[in-house]
């Protein structure tokens, strides 16, 4: 089983639209969880962490589910800005692996 | 704009040659890494450097050899590539191993001819 697992899509969205990705990972003691995006041929850059509380910036709103093991990432009002890839990322400090672990990402493509 | 410099953006070597990556970053960050990223797929861990030592190797070829010079500078040393090593290396740095984000250079596009 992969360490983090992500449906690849792609999500194809009209703009305005609502989209939800989610991601799973299998290590239970990892501690800190990440939403990355990426555009073709460019470097990942940040989106947002996810705390336990949940956390919304704008547009996006991360939640985590520890018990379940997921983490989601809501994206509201589509921009076509927003067409990138959506990399979920962990951090499983405690396994001694202390590095970001990536999904394989999931693709958007939001259509005028 | 990143914060993450990565030198040069694209390098063409051949299998015989000797070249560098290089890695700079100003952050004050004390967590620097190497990953590797073939088209279509996600980034891979090569190495992790942590407070100037070598804290991870993820069993990369030892035509791949890191290097630290200090705390803003991180190098990747290529000898003998072979064409299957042509991808995205990105640099990264993080404040440190734990519990941090970390953040991404624009990355060397390598083909190896």
């Known amino acids: 089983r992969k360490e983090v697992e992500q449906d690849p899509g792609p999500f194809n969205v009209p703009e305005g639209a609502t989209v939800a990705f989610n991601c799973t990972y299998s290590?239970?003691?990892?501690?800190?969880f990440f939403w990355y995006r990426q555009d073709c041929r460019k470097e990942p850059k940040l989106l947002m962490s996810v705390y336990s509380s949940g956390n919304e910036d704008g547009r996006f709103t991360a939640q985590l589910n520890r018990a379940s093991q997921y983490i989601s990432l809501l994206i509201r009002d589509s921009k076509l800005s927003d067409s990138a890839t959506y990399l979920c990322?962990?951090?499983?400090?405690?396994?001694?692996?202390?590095?970001?672990?990536f999904g394989s990402g999931t693709r958007l493509q939001v259509q005028p | 704009d990143t914060e993450v410099t990565q030198t040069p953006k694209h390098l063409v070597m051949g299998m015989t040659n000797k070249k560098s990556l290089k890695c700079e970053q100003h952050m004050g960050h004390r967590a620097m890494y190497w990953y590797k990223q073939k088209a279509k797929k996600p980034p891979e861990l090569m190495f992790v450097?942590?407070?100037?030592?070598?804290?991870i190797n993820e069993s990369v070829p030892s035509r791949f050899s890191p290097e630290c010079p200090n705390s803003s500078l991180l190098n990747l040393h290529l000898h003998a590539l072979q064409p299957e090593d042509s991808a995205l290396y990105l640099c990264?740095?993080?404040?440190?191993?734990?519990?941090?984000?970390?953040?991404f250079g624009q990355g060397t596009r390598l083909t190896v001819v």
């Open positions: 990264a740095s993080s404040p440190g191993e734990r519990n941090t984000e970390a953040f």
């Open positions: 450097y942590s407070y100037e030592k070598l804290s």
């Open positions: 990322v962990v951090n499983p400090v405690d396994t001694g692996r202390r590095a970001l672990t």
């Open positions: 290590n239970s003691a990892s501690q800190s």
